[in-house]
């Protein structure tokens, strides 16, 4: 389960959904380390992403881009290879944050 804080990923290229064929699911990265996101973008190295750290204050922010880009969920804790991430819904990070 995502905690708070947690760090994001968003490939720069990525302005839509439709836009991220072929990084997994399409969805943005979230990572509960920063060692786990910067192996994973090590190993993606030719996307170029904007990261940032999401804290209990900054999410609500965070969380409304997302949805106006039209992200609905985001991929958490992939392995360098994009497998075994967890598909966490927007909604889900929001009842989060009411806990």
Not at 37 to 42: D, E, H, N, P, V
Not at 50 to 66: F, G, H, M, N, W
């Amino acid at each position: 389960m995502l905690q708070f804080p947690f760090w994001i990923a968003v490939p720069r290229e990525t302005l839509s959904p439709q836009g991220s064929k072929g990084y997994g699911t399409g969805a943005p990265w979230t990572f509960s380390t920063a060692e786990k996101m910067a192996k994973f973008l090590a190993a993606h190295h030719n996307v170029q992403c904007e990261t940032k750290l999401v804290d209990r204050y900054s999410a609500p922010a965070v969380i409304s881009k997302l949805a106006t880009d039209g992200f609905s969920a985001v991929c958490h804790d992939a392995d360098e290879d994009g497998s075994g991430a967890t598909d966490i819904s927007l909604a889900e990070i929001s009842a989060a944050l009411h806990r």
